[in-house]
């Protein structure tokens, strides 16, 4: 008797855990952020499959790591010139737009987005907000108020000093340890006025300067010889404008001087008046300008040069625009083009050219052009 009792109260233990490991099994699942407690995993929750899903499997979380950004502010024909060339030379991995105009800002976005399948094309973002810029290795700036018809250069340089202290306050903001090229007219004005407004170091402040005029004269010497221009070499120095300072004492053809075949090269004396080829060089944006409204594709391709040198570190030559106090006896504060190193930390050196004693009194009177408009700016920082 007491045998048959321990078998059925034994039976009546096994049954009822049988009960409860089925209850177990069959109680709903609970939410995934609430999970089962015990030793019971819980069941995870169904997920529909996509095309994604079904196409890739993830291997490894990965964050963006962004080594050589760059940001161009204004979308403009120049900045987009500017954009274009840089996506076309692969410079950056990825490319941020600002602008004020927001639909502007997306069209061209979009279309250059469009392109992607047809170019190793990076990421593009774009904002009229500067936190799209974050982290940028080299800002570029192309914004700024254009000149109105009877303006003088003083009152449109004013006219960019409130706008020029916003962008530059938003830049540093985001990317502290960035490069600046300016592009904006008038460049070497608004060059010194970044520097001032950003209190960045001299060598990560450059203008884009003589850069272009240089590829001009260059270009118009081959036209005259028929020679490519690559295989001319010279230097436009001073102000990227009407008091430029062409270097006909290094004007060379594979290593030959120019000036040991005519001593009057480059002088109001020379019969073959190599002195229209300046004269050219400070009259093709007018004449642009005037044709089609605007220079942007010469002046895009000539950016994309200068940050190619910066970000690849190649340590290139460029006549670009820089504080040029102590040399050649000027002795204001303000920022000429002159032949320079560029690399990662921006300029690196300057060139000491030697120059004609001719050629050292128009870069000072370039100099003085410039500091008669710069010395009367306001600006909120000096």
């Not at 300067?209 to 230097?235: M, Y």
């Amino acid at each position: 008797m007491s045998r048959a009792v321990g078998v059925l109260l034994a039976n009546r233990r096994v049954g009822a855990a049988r009960a409860n490991f089925l209850s177990l099994r069959m109680a709903p699942c609970q939410p995934a952020c609430f999970p089962l407690r015990g030793p019971w995993p819980s069941t995870p929750v169904y997920r529909p499959a996509t095309v994604k899903s079904e196409l890739i499997q993830n291997f490894t979380s990965e964050e963006a790591v962004r080594h050589s950004k760059v940001s161009i502010i204004g979308t403009g024909s120049v900045g987009t010139a500017c954009a274009i060339s840089i996506l076309l030379r692969g410079l950056c991995d990825e490319l941020a737009l600002v602008d004020v105009s927001e639909n502007k800002l997306k069209g061209e976005t979009m279309d250059l987005q469009h392109g992607s399948p047809l170019i190793k094309m990076p990421n593009i973002v774009a904002s009229k907000d500067y936190f799209v810029t974050a982290n940028s290795s080299l800002v570029i700036i192309t914004a700024g108020a254009r000149q109105e018809p009877g303006e003088s250069r003083l009152d449109l340089v004013q006219r960019n000093v409130p706008i020029f202290e916003l962008m530059i306050s938003n830049i540093i903001q985001h990317s502290p340890h960035c490069k600046l090229i300016v592009v904006t007219n008038p460049v070497d004005i608004l060059t010194y006025v970044t520097w001032k407004l950003s209190a960045v170091p001299q060598n990560r402040i450059i203008g884009s300067g003589c850069n272009l005029d240089t590829a001009r004269f260059r270009f118009l010497i081959g036209q005259k010889l028929g020679i490519h221009s690559e295989s001319c070499h010279g230097w436009v120095l001073g102000e990227h404008g009407d008091s430029s300072v062409p270097v006909w004492s290094g004007v060379n053809v594979a290593g030959v001087p120019l000036r040991e075949l005519n001593s009057d090269i480059g002088t109001n004396k020379d019969p073959e008046h190599w002195e229209n080829v300046h004269k050219d060089v400070i009259a093709s944006a007018y004449k642009i300008i005037k044709m089609k409204g605007c220079t942007n594709w010469a002046i895009g391709l000539s950016v994309a040069d200068l940050t190619e040198s910066i970000l690849k570190n190649l340590r290139r030559i460029h006549p670009v625009s820089t504080i040029i106090k102590g040399f050649y006896g000027i002795n204001e504060e303000v920022f000429l083009s002159v032949p320079c190193v560029l690399g990662e930390k921006g300029i690196t050196d300057r060139i000491k050219v030697k120059l004609t004693s001719e050629e050292q009194a128009r870069l000072r009177k370039s100099a003085e052009t410039l500091w008669k408009i710069q010395k009367n700016l306001k600006l909120k920082s000096c």
